[in-house]
């Protein structure tokens, strides 16, 4: 009985949250496809932190926020309904978990996205001037992104850019200043100028024959 009471409450709680998404969905259906921007920090070894998830959510919704043929829903969403299903509790943002959230929002497609450090290497420039020895570090990382169909699981898509960054330092720099992740943030907006164009004409592609644009 008590399980039961519990299932109840969560249920219930899911749809008080989620009673604009189904007011809307019955009274301001308007035939755009409806897209979640889900990407999440990786707790795995690959490390993608809030700001890497942040800087890639960003650039996919700057890129498509005008497309009349989309209507975007924000990671937002989704983490509201994860804590009242969980009551507060931490939860992983896994893909099985994204789709059963998906479902819950009445979105048709999520986008979700990883993160993988293509490696670092440091090397001394053969240019030796007066304040002393250069050192240029480099990283390089690539960004996958995927669109996955809420309904059945599928990966409708698949996207991957790699991107790369560079600093000159000097020998009087501190090692400190090399680890700030600015080289890391710098390479993923430069996978993302690329990545969200291909995005974008994809998707463009795919929706083409939307009733908005007979």
Same mark, same amino acid.
Request: hydrophobic share 40%; glycine share 8%; aromatic share 8%.
């Given at each position: 009985?008590?399980?039961?009471?519990?299932?109840? $409450?969560? #249920?219930?709680?899911?749809?008080?949250?989620?009673?604009? /998404?189904?007011?809307?969905?019955?009274?301001?259906? =308007?035939?755009?496809?409806?897209?979640?921007?889900?990407?999440?920090? =990786?707790?795995?070894?690959?490390?993608?932190?809030?700001?890497?998830?942040?800087?890639?959510?960003?650039?996919?919704?700057?890129? $498509?926020?005008?497309?009349?043929?989309?209507?975007?829903?924000?990671?937002?969403?989704? =983490?509201?309904?994860?804590?009242? $299903?969980?009551?507060?509790?931490?939860? #992983?943002?896994?893909?099985?978990?994204?789709?059963? *959230?998906?479902?819950?929002?009445?979105?048709?497609?999520?986008? #979700?996205?990883?993160? =993988?450090?293509?490696?670092?290497?440091?090397?001394?420039?053969?240019?030796?001037?007066?304040?002393?020895?250069?050192?240029? #570090?480099?990283?390089?990382?690539?960004?996958?992104?995927?669109? *996955?169909?809420?309904?059945?699981?599928?990966?409708?898509?698949? /996207?991957?850019?790699?991107?790369?960054?560079?600093?000159?330092?000097?020998? /009087?720099?501190?090692?400190?200043?090399?680890?700030?992740?600015?080289?890391?943030?710098?390479?993923?907006?430069?996978?993302?100028?690329? $990545?969200?164009?291909?995005?974008?004409?994809?998707?463009?592609?795919? /929706?083409?024959?939307?009733?908005?644009?007979?």
């Amino acid at each position: 009985m008590i399980k039961f009471r519990s299932l109840a $409450l969560k #249920v219930l709680l899911l749809l008080i949250l989620f009673a604009p /998404f189904v007011e809307e969905a019955g009274a301001m259906e =308007d035939g755009r496809t409806r897209i979640g921007i889900t990407i999440y920090p =990786d707790r795995g070894r690959n490390g993608m932190s809030e700001e890497d998830a942040q800087l890639i959510t960003n650039a996919l919704t700057n890129e $498509l926020a005008g497309n009349r043929r989309f209507r975007l829903y924000e990671r937002r969403q989704l =983490d509201a309904a994860a804590q009242e $299903l969980n009551l507060g509790r931490n939860i #992983v943002m896994d893909e099985n978990t994204i789709m059963e *959230l998906g479902k819950i929002a009445g979105l048709q497609y999520v986008l #979700v996205g990883s993160l =993988d450090s293509l490696g670092r290497r440091e090397f001394q420039n053969s240019l030796i001037i007066v304040r002393g020895s250069m050192t240029t #570090v480099e990283e390089k990382y690539e960004i996958n992104i995927r669109m *996955l169909d809420v309904a059945t699981g599928e990966v409708c898509f698949s /996207f991957s850019e790699g991107g790369s960054a560079s600093e000159v330092y000097t020998r /009087f720099q501190s090692a400190s200043s090399r680890e700030s992740g600015a080289l890391k943030s710098r390479a993923i907006r430069d996978a993302m100028s690329r $990545l969200t164009k291909r995005v974008s004409e994809t998707l463009n592609r795919e /929706f083409a024959y939307s009733p908005l644009n007979l």
